[in-house]
């Protein structure tokens, strides 16, 4: 098992900045994926971002690219998402998410989320 933590969210204006990050406790000597998702009100879960145990290769959804930075650091098992340029639809409850498979493949163990809203 594996328990994932968020922490960074909070409230920001349009175009400005938010570190997420996801500390990784249990079963951490695995080798894991991770990704990021979000959820905003009304709306189905979406992919936002994922990296590969190595960190070599890093995967997002056009709606971030250019903007959000997935980053780990596996000597501290925690996994970053920055987030630069935010827009009002960046707004909604973020998680991280961890897998034994790849970056692409199915999720098995999920953080609690964590807050972003981006006002106009």
């Known amino acids: 098992q594996v328990q994932l933590v968020e922490s960074g969210g909070g409230l920001v204006q349009a175009g400005g900045s938010l570190r997420l990050s996801c500390v990784a406790s249990?079963?951490?000597?695995?080798?894991?994926?991770m990704g990021w998702f979000r959820q905003a009100p009304g709306k189905e879960r979406e992919f936002v971002a994922a990296?590969?145990?190595?960190?070599?290769?890093?995967y997002y959804a056009d709606s971030v690219k250019g903007r959000f930075t997935i980053s780990r650091d596996n000597a501290k098992n925690t996994v970053y998402l920055q987030m630069n340029s935010l827009k009002p639809e960046d707004t909604a409850v973020y998680y991280c998410?961890?897998?034994?498979?790849?970056?692409?493949?199915?999720?098995?163990?999920w953080g609690q989320g964590t807050q972003v809203t981006v006002s106009s």
């Open positions: 249990g079963r951490t000597g695995s080798s894991y994926a």
């Open positions: 998410a961890a897998n034994l498979q790849g970056p692409l493949d199915e999720y098995d163990y």
């Open positions: 990296i590969s145990w190595t960190g070599r290769s890093t």
